[in-house]
C-alpha cells in the first residue's frame, strides 16, 4: 500500500472526478484535505493556494495503478466513458508483442494532475524486463 499526496483547487471537483468518476471511497475530510482510496492505495488531496497549472505532455509526472487483470483495466475504461470523463490520453497499446507490452490510458483530474492505469500482458515487466530500455513513449 502506497500514500501519495498531491495538490487540487476544488474540493466539489475533486470529489467528484475521483468519488463519482473513478469510484474512489472517501476517508476523512476536513476544510484542507480530503482522504481517498484508490485501490486500497491512500491518496490525499490537499487544497492549494495557489493557481494550478497543466503541465506540457505527461512526463515528468504522474500517477495512477497497474492492474493485474485486464478485465480489471477494461472495467475501468469502461467506467470512465460510461461516467463521461475525458481521456487526457485515449487507451491504447504500448510495444505489442514485446515483454514490455501493456495497455493503458490517462486521465487528467480538474486541477491538473495526470493519472495513468495501465496493465502488463507479461507482469514480469512491472518490475523485470530490464535487458530493455523502453520506458514510456517518447514526447
Known amino acids: 500500500m502506497f500514500h501519495l499526496a498531491f495538490p487540487v483547487q476544488d474540493f466539489d471537483q475533486t470529489k467528484a472526478f475521483y468519488l463519482e468518476g473513478l469510484g474512489c ?3 476523512r475530510a476536513s476544510p484542507h484535505a480530503l482522504i481517498l482510496n484508490l485501490g486500497g492505495h491512500q491518496l490525499v488531496a490537499h487544497r492549494s493556494p495557489i493557481s494550478l497549472q497543466p503541465q506540457a505532455g505527461i512526463y515528468p509526472r504522474h500517477f495512477g495503478l497497474i492492474f493485474e487483470e485486464y478485465t480489471e483495466w477494461e472495467a475501468l475504461r469502461d467506467r470512465v466513458m460510461t461516467q463521461g470523463l ?4 485515449a487507451p491504447k497499446q504500448r510495444f505489442p508483442g514485446k515483454p514490455t507490452e501493456h495497455y493503458t490510458f490517462f486521465l487528467e483530474d480538474p486541477s491538473h494532475n495526470l493519472l495513468e492505469f495501465k496493465y502488463y500482458v507479461h507482469p514480469s515487466a512491472i518490475f523485470g524486463e530490464t535487458e530493455t530500455t523502453e520506458v514510456g513513449d517518447r514526447e
Open 86 to 89: 475525458t481521456f487526457y490520453q
Open 25 to 27: 471511497t472517501p476517508g
